[in-house]
């Protein structure tokens, strides 16, 4: 079984930064994407962005500039600093991993952190 946390979430004025983190633990063999997405009230989940094991990344247009994501291998976390926050970025954040046993690849999600951007 593997669990997911996050962290870093919270109220922040348009303009100010947070950074988000998302660590897995239990039975982890290998990780292959990290990543990061978003929903806000009435709107779909949405990809932020996401880093591969070569840590390779790809950003959603409405963040490059602004964010930024990371992972730390050694630590099986995935990290977002968002930097120039605006009203728009406020949702729910969550990480997802993909982990790789065998042949087979299996998706897990955080439990969600909210973040709140005044204007």
């Known amino acids: 079984q593997v669990q997911l946390v996050e962290s870093g979430g919270g109220l922040v004025q348009a303009g100010g930064s947070l950074r988000l983190s998302c660590a897995a633990s239990g039975t982890i063999f290998r990780i292959n994407d990290m990543g990061w997405y978003r929903q806000a009230p009435g709107k779909q989940r949405e990809l932020v962005a996401v880093?591969?094991?070569?840590?390779?990344?790809k950003y959603a247009d409405f963040v490059k500039g602004r964010f930024t994501i990371s992972r730390d291998n050694a630590k099986n976390a995935v990290y977002l600093q968002m930097n120039s926050l605006k009203p728009e970025d406020t949702a729910v954040y969550y990480c997802k991993i993909v982990l790789v046993a065998e042949v087979y690849e299996y998706e897990y999600w955080g439990q969600g952190t909210q973040v709140t951007v005044s204007s």
């Open positions: 880093i591969n094991n070569s840590g390779s990344t």
